[in-house]
């Protein structure tokens, strides 16, 4: 198993400044390349951002890892420029190459002391969970945060079944008020409301700001909708 990765940049990368920038985070951005090509990625990204998404990740599935390598080193200066942690989808491997600020695994990808010594003590893993169950277990395996979802269908994940929004206000009384936990999956300019009703305190937008008319100003009004004051 490779060594994590010992650059300059890691310096950048101490886990107590990352958890202070994840845990103010309430928008947490996707540059899914499922929407955006790889030529349009830094632009989107630089939109997000200026739009003051807390935290970005890159997800690239079903690309190569030379393509998905490529665009990372592309938009990690552009994140770290503003300081906002910049996430890579899955390949840990890969992560830890970039220096990347974190990782973000699934179910299926194993656990986290794994995933832990390839990138290294100082970098940000998240969970993507799918139950109630699933967070806390994800709360007490000593992730740094979770993806908490699909609320509703969504294209980016079509086989996995919508878990509703009736487990938010627990989930967040369990979870997330011990760690940072991002409401996922079909959360639009419509849902959003009813997300934040439920209980959510940071949610994860994907389509809705990529497909955007101006990227930035959709998610300057996603943030300025989550933090409003809720009776």
């Not at 420029?81 to 990808?109: C, R, S, T, Y």
């Amino acid at each position: 198993m490779p060594e994590p990765a010992q650059s300059p940049g890691s310096a950048r990368g101490d886990l107590p400044r990352l958890k202070a920038q994840l845990h103010s985070a309430i928008l947490y951005a996707i540059v899914d390349l499922g929407y955006v090509t790889p030529e349009n990625a830094a632009s989107a990204c630089r939109a997000l951002l200026a739009g003051g998404a807390g935290i970005l990740q890159l997800r690239a599935k079903g690309h190569d890892l030379t393509t998905i390598e490529t665009v990372a080193r592309q938009l990690i200066p552009l994140c770290r420029e503003v300081g906002v942690p910049f996430i890579l989808n899955d390949f840990p491997d890969l992560a830890a190459k970039l220096d990347a600020d974190g990782v973000h695994i699934g179910q299926d990808d194993g656990p986290l002391a794994a995933a832990r010594t390839i990138v290294g003590e100082g970098k940000l893993i998240g969970r993507s969970t799918h139950s109630l169950e699933q967070a806390e277990a994800a709360l007490a395996e000593g992730f740094d945060y979770i993806g908490f979802g699909p609320l509703f269908p969504t294209g980016t994940k079509p086989s996995r079944p919508a878990i509703g929004l009736d487990q938010i206000a627990e989930m967040e009384r369990r979870v997330g008020s011990k760690i940072p936990a991002f409401c996922i999956g079909g959360i639009n300019f419509e849902t959003l409301p009813m997300v934040l009703k439920a209980g959510a305190r940071r949610v994860v937008i994907v389509s809705a700001l990529l497909k955007a008319e101006s990227v930035e100003e959709a998610t300057r009004q996603i943030v300025r909708k989550i933090s409003q004051p809720r009776i």
